[in-house]
């Protein structure tokens, strides 16, 4: 049947539904985005087996990692640019936490712009997660056997910062295919949105030109981190 069942509203006594949106990048390419949080020390604590609590123990020292290159007091040249290379994956990573919070959901509402209908905005979904579940598995499978392989670099002093991120990227590539995978049996709630099909028109304006109309339809939507994903994304 596709990725997950379409419903008009949720049953009685549901919490409100995770809220997934269809951003258009493109004339014909979309992208799912949310601002789903970060797990909590909560959730992480409640992992069971041993690799999954060692992967989240590098993932907790590889966001480490991230605040020391964020708070930008390196020196010297080239440890600044690995600070601007480690922010810019974290951003990238902190766009698979859509795919990731779709693992436990059981209900999510899915706003599109309201240039397309439901049966179109469905045939979206079905083909990004298809790709997402391709995607996330083939590097799964790329970056464990990395991940194996940085154990060479165990002998070097200092953290083994190689090994933190290749362990937060297979985590990170598992939760974003299991997330995908569930999908299927995610109750989607179709709700057709006019500031997503603003958003979809500047996709091929100058960069320049279309920014404070982007931040205002962020602002809308209280999407914070918008402008930032469609300005990497659009084209």
Do not use: C, K
Not at 8 to 14: E, F, K, L, N, Y
Not at 38 to 67: D, H, I, K, M, P
């Amino acid at each position: 049947m596709g990725p997950g069942r379409f419903r008009r509203s949720a049953a009685p006594g549901d919490p409100d539904p995770m809220t997934i949106f269809l951003i258009q990048v493109g004339r014909s390419r979309f992208e799912l985005y949310s601002e789903a949080p970060e797990e909590t020390t909560a959730e992480a604590a409640q992992t069971t087996g041993v690799f999954r609590r060692w992967a989240r123990a590098a993932n907790l020292r590889w966001q480490a990692v991230v605040e020391s290159a964020r708070q930008g007091s390196a020196r010297g040249l080239l440890a600044r640019g690995r600070d601007a290379l480690i922010r810019r994956v974290a951003e990238s990573i902190a766009e698979q936490r859509t795919l990731w919070a779709l693992r436990h959901e059981a209900a999510a509402a899915l706003r599109f712009p309201s240039t397309l209908d439901v049966p179109t905005a469905r045939g979206v979904l079905t083909e990004r997660l298809a790709h997402a579940t391709r995607h996330h598995l083939r590097w799964l499978v790329i970056d464990g056997l990395l991940l194996i392989g940085s154990a060479v670099f165990a002998v070097v002093p200092g953290p083994n910062v190689l090994a933190y991120y290749l362990a937060f990227r297979v985590f990170g590539h598992l939760s974003s295919w299991r997330g995908a995978r569930h999908a299927d049996h995610v109750a989607w709630q179709p709700e057709a949105d006019d500031s997503l099909a603003e958003l979809a028109s500047l996709a091929a304006m100058p960069r320049e030109a279309r920014a404070p109309r982007v931040a205002d339809i962020a602002r809308r939507l209280n999407l914070s981190r918008l402008p930032t994903f469609f300005e990497r994304m659009a084209a």
